[in-house]
């Protein structure tokens, strides 16, 4: 039987009422039996994040707080003590931190909170830690999630997407933007987050910083932002015609995202684009093959932050295949497998001759951050299907 809209009103009145309850009994215990209102202030501590009806968790709030004031100086010791101190910490983390984002006071409350946690044991300290867990996981994202705004942040510059998520892995090989206590994961030379964007000096004020550390989007938003600007940099050469869906032709301004500078002279074995083309040729699968010739065909030398030409041309060229929206027309070339689901471990079909077909769906990406193609859904011969962005011409 399904319950009725009178007994789901009940069922969600028992949380509210239940630290109601406990509130009031810990009002009653702080004459009578003080020994017993840490068992009491338990209740509320474990249980108010669950009452979800605002109106009546800001009212508990409330009376948690004039609970907390009652109660005289000589009874917080122990647990009670800490129980007391917690409580309107977790209350600021609660608002302070969101889906994927952090705040710079965070990092102090968690460490606060997890010391605090230490007087408690067993089922009371997995209680405390679940309330914990639950508001931290606000800041996790997956790897599908970070792709998904990498190539959302790609498109809205007309940046190629294989570029920017092979720029985030290079930067940031595990995709963090936030430490467990919820600061921001900073690199040795103060880079920060997903995009390891760096202030260019202590009074930079080109981005709201505070935002580029505790906002996942913006950090990303940003690092797309700052590489496009290096597109249009003159002082850079050109690469072939200097076409934007083209991936090649972003040599240079990837290398800019990092430094124009001796160390990343194309060819040295070290240079920063090259990092990212690796990533590009091996885990966006442009080639379907690993990387082996460098990219740029001419050999390049620098003066400083000058170069020996002002063009030069590669030894491979292709454009995006990540740009496609639903309903565009595309090829599927002749070996393509069509998948079952977004996973290359799923059931396939394979393609005998190229096909070509519209696609039923814009880019998706998948749970593997290593993987750096994307895929579509298309429909063949009246069945759906996915097919990853490399098996599309």
């Known amino acids: ?9 009940l069922a969600a009145l028992a949380t509210p009422v239940k630290v109601k309850n406990a509130i009031l009994s810990a009002e009653g215990l702080i004459k009578n039996s003080p020994s017993k209102l840490a068992d009491q202030y338990k209740i509320i501590v474990f249980n108010m994040d669950q009452v979800t009806q605002s109106s009546y968790k ?3 709030k409330k009376d948690t707080a004039f609970l907390a004031a ?5 009874y917080k010791t122990g647990q009670l003590a800490a ?3 917690m409580e309107p910490q977790f209350e600021q983390l609660d608002g302070l931190v969101s889906k994927w984002k952090s705040d710079a006071l965070v990092p102090g ?14 089922t009371d300290q997995s209680n405390l830690q679940k309330r914990l867990s639950d508001i931290m996981d606000r800041l996790k994202a997956s790897p599908a999630d970070i792709k998904n705004m990498l190539d959302l942040a790609a498109r809205k510059y007309g940046i190629p997407p294989e570029i920017v998520k092979s720029i985030a892995l290079t930067e940031n090989g595990s995709l963090t933007q936030f430490t467990s206590s919820g600061d921001v994961f900073t690199s040795l030379d103060s880079g920060y987050g997903i995009m390891q964007v760096t202030p260019l000096s202590p009074s930079d004020s080109s981005y709201d910083w505070n935002r580029v550390k505790y906002d996942l989007q ?6 797309v932002q700052i590489l496009k600007e290096k597109w249009g940099y003159k002082s850079l050469p050109t690469v072939n015609h200097q076409n934007i869906n083209s991936l090649e032709d972003w040599y240079f301004a990837v290398m800019a995202y990092n430094s124009v500078s001796q160390v990343n002279t194309p060819g040295n074995g070290k240079a920063y684009q090259d990092k990212v083309y690796r990533y590009l040729f091996n885990d966006a699968l442009i080639e379907g093959d690993t990387f082996t010739k460098p990219v740029i065909k ?8 000058q170069f020996n030409a002002a ?3 590669t030894n491979y060229q292709h454009v995006s295949t990540q740009m496609h929206q639903t309903g565009d027309k595309v090829t599927l070339l002749k070996g393509a497998r069509l998948r079952q689901s977004t996973s290359t471990n799923a059931q396939y079909i394979t393609l005998s001759v190229s096909q070509q077909v519209s696609l039923a769906s814009g880019p998706i990406e998948d749970n593997t951050p290593s993987n750096l193609y994307c895929w579509y859904k298309v429909l063949y011969n009246g069945k759906s299907y996915y097919v990853a962005s490399i098996n599309i011409q």
């Open 109 to 122: 409350i968690y460490s606060s909170i997890t010391s605090e946690m230490k007087s408690f044991s067993g």
């Open 311 to 313: 063009s030069y041309t």
């Open 298 to 305: 001419e050999p390049v030398t620098m003066n400083g932050t």
């Open 70 to 74: 009652s109660i005289p100086s000589t």
């Open 218 to 223: 913006y950090n990303i938003e940003t690092g």
């Open 58 to 60: 800001d009212q508990l």
């Open 1 to 9: 039987m399904y319950p009725s809209p009178a007994e789901k009103d």
């Open 83 to 85: 129980l007391i101190q």
